[in-house]
């Protein structure tokens, strides 16, 4: 689903927005639903949702990588600094990275030692380069000690966040580990943030395409 797409921004998009802060808002009268983080879990709901429009076969890949990091990184965290905690960041950092060789970039190493097309292809599932530059993030910055590993919704809601899970940008752990702590959203703030979300919409649809139309026919 596009950012562009008319019903991400005028149905998936507001649902999300509405639903987040009706929550925060039910959350502050029983506090057992900010216990709970629903607000989070409806965050993920909605994060799973826009990744499974690009295509279901992608919902089995992303919660097995979830699973996946989410393992790497409490390996990693629970260990000192020592040959073991260095063992552990090193495998998984070469199998996030051998993942994205295999879905990528097969093809192309095929064509180049047998120089012709290849055969098959293997189809990368949607933003797979910006989830796994994401959960190397998470990673580092858990073996630095920049950040504490996350339980496994903090893991699934931070590579599947849909703003950034399908064109960035890679926003590190250590950054966004504080903002789905944050207690009280600042309503000011999202405001703002929705008017520069059309104000550049606007410049999307209305100036770049058209322009983009002229240059095309040229």
């Given at each position: 689903?596009?950012?562009?797409?008319?019903?991400?921004?005028?149905?998936?998009?507001?649902?999300?927005l509405a639903g987040y802060y009706v929550i925060e808002a039910v959350s502050r009268k029983w506090k057992f639903l900010e216990r709970a983080r629903v607000r989070d879990i409806f965050l993920l709901a909605a994060s799973i949702a826009f990744y499974v429009w690009a295509g279901l076969d992608n919902?089995?890949?992303?919660?097995?990588?979830?699973?996946?990091?989410?393992?790497?990184?409490?390996l990693v965290y629970m260990r000192d600094v020592?040959?073991?905690?260095?063992?552990?960041i090193v495998i998984s950092l070469f199998t996030l990275v051998a993942i994205l060789f295999i879905y990528k970039y097969t093809g192309f190493v095929?064509?180049?030692?047998?120089?012709?097309?290849?055969?098959f292809s293997i189809t990368a599932p949607l933003g797979l380069s910006f989830?796994?530059?994401?959960?190397?993030?998470?990673?580092?910055?858990?073996?630095?000690?920049?950040?504490?590993?996350?339980?496994i919704l903090d893991v699934a809601l931070y590579l599947t966040f849909f703003?950034?899970?399908?064109?960035?940008?890679?926003?590190?752990?250590?950054?966004?580990?504080?903002?789905?702590?944050?207690?009280?959203?600042?309503?000011?703030?999202?405001?703002?943030?929705?008017?520069?979300?059309?104000?550049?919409?606007?410049?999307k649809l209305i100036l770049a395409d058209t322009f983009g139309s002229v240059v095309s026919d040229i």
């Open positions: 689903m596009a950012f562009t797409n008319l019903i991400f921004f005028f149905v998936f998009f507001p649902c999300c919902i089995f890949f992303i919660l097995g990588y979830i699973l996946l990091v989410f393992v790497a990184g409490w020592t040959r073991s905690h260095r063992f552990w095929y064509e180049i030692f047998t120089r012709g097309e290849a055969q989830i796994t530059f994401s959960a190397i993030s998470y990673l580092v910055d858990v073996y630095r000690k920049d950040a504490e590993a996350g339980n703003p950034k899970v399908s064109s960035g940008p890679i926003q590190l752990w250590k950054d966004f580990k504080p903002q789905i702590e944050r207690k009280n959203p600042d309503l000011e703030r999202a405001v703002n943030c929705v008017n520069r979300i059309i104000i550049g919409m606007s410049k």
